[in-house]
């Protein structure tokens, strides 16, 4: 895989991991949202508000463990994707400047023919990561990506968006 994208695996405790799955499984969710603006609504979103335990969680490891240098940006969204096999998401960019995390949920053991990878699209090719239970990916946020849903269940991640801080105002 090329460089530029960061793999993590086994990056909760056991429980924390179980905590996380019964938290998305049990989350209420919206009708999703475009990957951009000409492309069709796909999945299913849930927003996760700061003040939530699974927020603080993630922060802690991500800050804390995983990319201390996001101190110095802003955490300014988190939230849990839901696709159904049957939803077709589409390539697109998180943004032109930050740092995308996405989590991998689902407890279920991952085979090749599962499918539910993350595709990049990276120098003219594209490369797939394994959606394995428990596993962390970093990766600019303007980077080209497209989730794929699992051939015959639900596929539960977890994003988390790092953006520059804004210059404060002088008065």
């Given at each position: 895989m090329n460089s530029e994208i960061g793999i993590s695996d086994n990056v909760f405790s056991k429980d924390d991991h179980k905590y996380i799955i019964e938290y998305s499984e049990n989350s209420p969710y919206r009708y999703g949202e475009k990957d951009l603006p000409s492309t069709p609504v796909c999945g299913m979103v849930h927003?996760?508000?700061p003040s939530e335990k699974i927020y603080r969680l993630f922060r802690k490891k991500i800050e804390d463990e995983l990319c201390p240098s996001t101190r110095d940006l802003d955490m300014y969204r988190m939230y849990i994707n839901c696709f159904s096999p049957a939803d077709q998401p589409m390539y697109h960019q998180d943004g032109p400047k930050?740092?995308?995390f996405i989590y991998y949920v689902?407890?279920?053991k991952w085979n090749i023919s599962d499918q539910g990878e993350t595709q990049f699209y990276i120098d003219g090719m594209i490369s797939g990561v394994p959606?394995?239970?428990?596993?962390m990916i970093m990766f600019h946020s303007s980077?080209?990506?497209c989730a794929t849903?699992?051939?015959?269940r639900y596929r539960f991640t977890i994003a988390v968006k790092?953006?520059?801080k804004k210059p404060m105002r002088s008065s």
């Open positions: 927003e996760v508000h930050g740092i995308t689902n407890n279920e959606p394995i239970p428990n596993r980077r080209w990506h849903s699992f051939r015959d790092y953006q520059p």
